[in-house]
């Protein structure tokens, strides 16, 4: 394997939306790695281009400008199908609104990402228990969106990253639609899967989330205004209420 190298690598890239005869630069000449086991935070203010990097870091876009590198390979030379398979098999996406479907319970939609794996059912649902196992939420199994509250809901959701052991877990606002309490809790279960190994890359325009990840990168209009690793983290008891 080719673990000399950084996870992921950006260098020089950029992202230029084009609507209706106007050019939007949403992220310009960024270049940064992502080492394994790593945990950060990607801040700053609403539209400064964190969910265009985001989803070009998560396979979903493509940059306009410059080259990411996943593992040394240059995304931008595989062609659709594999990237697409790359993605289903190395990337755990956790969202704001969390994106569970309303006629799964809690297992079902855990267990879903395997199915393009090309995993069977029984499996399935047996690394699907171990993956409720990991946020908490086995007692939740069986029941359906509706009836779990929104921090379930979102537990649920970075079950269904964590189901295909992805290289990296990419979160996007992950606790912008939960009450402070609920998110501070959100982001210790981040922190304790990032003590077990997993590389995540949390993207938030919350001040608070950056007091729990050693790195804390920050944009402004499209482009990295600071890169800043702490030595020590502080205290728990700090973020919250
Ligand atoms: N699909 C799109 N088409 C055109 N402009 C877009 C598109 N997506 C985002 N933008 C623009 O790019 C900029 C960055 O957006 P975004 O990455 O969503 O920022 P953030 O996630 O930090 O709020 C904004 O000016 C936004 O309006
Ligand atoms: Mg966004």
Redesign the pocket.
């Known amino acids: 394997m080719t673990d000399a190298l950084p996870l992921i690598s950006l260098r020089s890239v950029g992202r230029t939306?084009?609507?209706g005869g106007i050019a939007?630069a949403?992220?310009r000449n960024v270049s940064f790695d992502i080492e394994r086991g790593e945990i950060l935070a990607v801040m700053?203010?609403?539209?400064?281009?964190?969910?265009?990097?985001?989803n070009m870091i998560g396979l979903l876009d493509l940059p306009s400008e410059g080259v990411i590198y996943l593992e040394g390979t240059n995304v931008a030379d595989l062609s659709e199908d594999r990237r697409s398979t790359l993605r289903a098999r190395s990337i755990g996406f956790v969202f704001q609104s969390y994106n569970l479907l309303a006629r799964h319970n809690a297992i079902e939609n855990v267990a879903l990402p395997l199915v393009y794996c090309g995993v069977g059912h029984k499996e399935r649902l047996a690394r699907a228990e171990e993956s409720l196992a990991a946020v908490g939420m086995v007692h939740r199994a069986h029941h359906f969106p509706r009836q779990l509250s929104g921090g379930e809901q979102q537990r649920i959701a970075i079950a269904r990253a964590l189901i295909a052991s992805p290289l990296i877990v990419l979160a996007?606002e992950p606790t912008g639609a939960l009450d402070s309490r609920t998110g501070a809790e959100i982001l210790a279960l981040f922190a304790a899967l990032n003590q077990r190994g997993q590389t995540i890359v949390m993207?938030t325009?919350d001040p608070r989330i950056a007091t729990q990840c050693r790195r804390t990168i920050r944009?402004h209009d499209?482009e990295i205004v600071s890169d800043e690793t702490v030595a020590a983290l502080l205290p728990r008891r700090s973020i919250g209420s």
């Open positions: 939306y084009r609507a939007v949403a992220v700053g203010p609403s539209g400064s281009g964190k969910s265009t990097l985001m996007d993207i325009h944009l499209g």
